[in-house]
Nanobody, 125 residues
Framework: QVQLVESGGGLVQSGGSLRLSCAAS????????MGWFRQAPGQERKFVAA????????FYAESVKDRFTISRDKAKNTMYLQMNSLKPEDTAVYYC??????????????????WGQGTQVTVSS
């Protein structure tokens, strides 16, 4: 089993920044990749960004490219999402997820084996 715990969410004004963290524990093997998803009220959970654990390759949704940066610290088993130039439409619960079965970076929910509980990000206009 893998436990994923997100932190760093909160309330921020439009144009502001937040940094989310996702701490992983419980399994000695490293994931192939980890990712961030978000879910706004009344909407499906959507892909935000992903990173391969070993080499740090990244992939972003078009809506966040050039504003968000995903990274990881292998020594700390922690993944991050630096979010800049936040917009009200970024408001959502943000979830981190781990993919232990992949061989290529993926953006579909079904590709991920473990999920965190989520952290709320609210961007006011």
């Amino acid at each position: 089993q893998v436990q994923l715990v997100e932190s760093g969410g909160g309330l921020v004004q439009s144009g502001g920044s937040l940094r989310l963290s996702c701490a992983a524990s419980g399994r000695t093997a490293s994931p192939y990749a980890m990712g961030w998803f978000r879910q706004a009220p009344g909407q499906e959970r959507k892909f935000v960004a992903a990173i391969t654990w070993s080499f740090g390759g990244t992939f972003y949704a078009e809506s966040v490219k050039d504003r968000f940066t995903i990274s990881r610290d292998k020594a700390k088993n922690t993944m991050y999402l630096q979010m800049n130039s936040l917009k009200p439409e970024d408001t959502a619960v943000y979830y981190c997820a781990a993919d232990f079965r992949g061989w290529t970076i993926r953006s579909t929910k079904s590709a991920y084996d473990y999920w965190g509980q989520g952290t709320q990000v609210t961007v006011s206009s």
